[in-house]
Nanobody, 115 residues
Framework: QVQLVESGGGLVQPGGSLALSCAGS????????MGWYRQAPGKQRELVAA???????TYADSVKGRFTISRDNAKNTVSLQMNSLKPEDTAVYYC?????????WGQGTQVTVSS
């Protein structure tokens, strides 16, 4: 019943912007820290950004200053605003949260940065 669904991915030129959204259901959204991860072909899945229930944020060094994570508990969403995109940002982006010993993942959304 717990589900996370990402949306907003697509093709964008270098230097462009995209806004990703993750909608949660089946949980009391405001009670959990949320994260965005990404995985490129041949690479490990890596943390991109995280936001706590108190809206404290953490960013990977590679995206710091370019990406912004935010949450809207009333709408059960967590967003990732991506600016100044680079080809190396190309990956499948996933949102997640952890409940006890369980980690929940969305299905992912593809972001491709290319001319």
């Amino acid at each position: 019943q717990v589900q996370l669904v990402e949306s907003g991915g697509g093709l964008v030129q270098p230097g462009g912007s995209l806004a990703l959204s993750c909608a949660g259901s089946g949980i009391i959204f405001s009670m959990y820290d949320m994260g965005w991860y990404r995985q490129a072909p041949g690479k490990q899945r890596e943390l991109v950004a995280a936001i706590t229930t108190g809206r404290s944020t953490t960013y990977a060094d590679s995206v710091k200053g370019r990406f912004t994570i935010s949450r809207d508990n009333a709408k059960n969403t967590v967003s990732l605003q991506m600016n100044s995109l680079k080809p190396e940002d190309t990956a499948v982006y996933y949102c997640n949260f952890v409940y006890g010993l369980l980690t929940y993942w969305g299905q992912g959304t593809q972001v491709t940065v290319s001319s």
